[in-house]
């Protein structure tokens, strides 16, 4: 993002571009926001003897065909009574588009992001108590899959490997989207080549990928703190917080 930023704005000298990090998972580190799996299932009707995996939703613009992605996992899942999904509706949308297969599968759990809404994304914005419910989602769920979320690093946090969804699934009105387009993005740069997530790249792999990650967490996507560690800079020796807080009080 430096060498982006001189290459836009070349006028700007070297010297005056300080590298913080984001500061959006600094608050995995505060034990203040954290509950024990109990009493969090409890909360929210969840098992708490059974392996809880995160399917994190998208907006319709990244991914329109995002119930489509929910039905195939409930389906993969469906004979797998040990496992529960829970479902993180995108915050800055409503989750109607998914209501049919909220219905049609009981091993969903719908999980809403705590946020104050408006129809225009810029005036969106999280609860303070959004804070404690994600952190909790991600530390007590053993993975998340979505459509090229950032969500992959929130679970990097606590160590957990991430699955990123990318094929086309079945539906009823076939659409040019395509999700390889995703990956193509400009963000995604930052990963590099590196081993950092899991990849399902056809509906019939979710149950054996899901499986892998719940056997063998550390067998795989073994850069996923590399990449981590890219974005949050000198954590945890420093939060970004603190280092944007240094900063400007030395200019």
């Known amino acids: 993002m430096k060498d982006e930023l001189h290459h836009y704005y070349p006028e700007i000298s070297d010297s005056q571009v300080i590298v913080t990090g984001t500061p959006q998972f600094n608050f995995y580190s505060e034990e203040k926001f954290f509950v024990s799996k109990e009493e969090f299932a409890a909360k929210y009707g969840l098992d708490s003897n059974k392996k809880w995996i995160c399917f994190s939703g998208d907006d319709e613009y990244t991914s329109p065909l995002d119930p489509y992605f ?32 909220l219905n049609e599968f009981k091993n969903i759990v719908l999980i809403s992001p705590l946020w104050k809404l408006s129809d225009n994304w810029s005036y969106s914005y999280p609860l303070y108590e959004d804070l404690g419910l994600l952190a909790n989602v991600a530390k007590h769920c053993e993975t998340v899959l979505n459509i090229g979320s950032t969500m992959a690093l929130d679970f990097a946090c606590f160590d957990k490997p991430a699955i990123y969804l990318n094929y086309l699934p079945d539906c009823d009105n076939p659409t040019s989207w395509d999700p390889h387009q995703i990956y193509e993005r400009q963000h995604f740069m930052s990963m590099d080549q590196l081993d950092a997530v899991c990849w399902i790249n056809q509906k019939e792999e979710i149950g054996s990928v899901v499986q892998k990650v719940l056997n063998s967490p550390k067998e795989i996507c073994k850069d996923r703190l590399i990449w981590l560690n890219k974005i949050r800079k000198d954590f945890p020796q420093s939060t970004s917080t603190r280092m944007i807080f240094e900063t400007i009080k030395s200019i």
Request: without cysteine; proline residues 6%.
């Open 70 to 101: 929910l039905r195939d996992l409930a389906l993969a899942l469906k004979k797998e009574s040990g496992i529960q999904i829970l479902f993180r509706p995108v915050p800055v949308s409503k989750y109607d588009r998914y209501q049919e297969v």
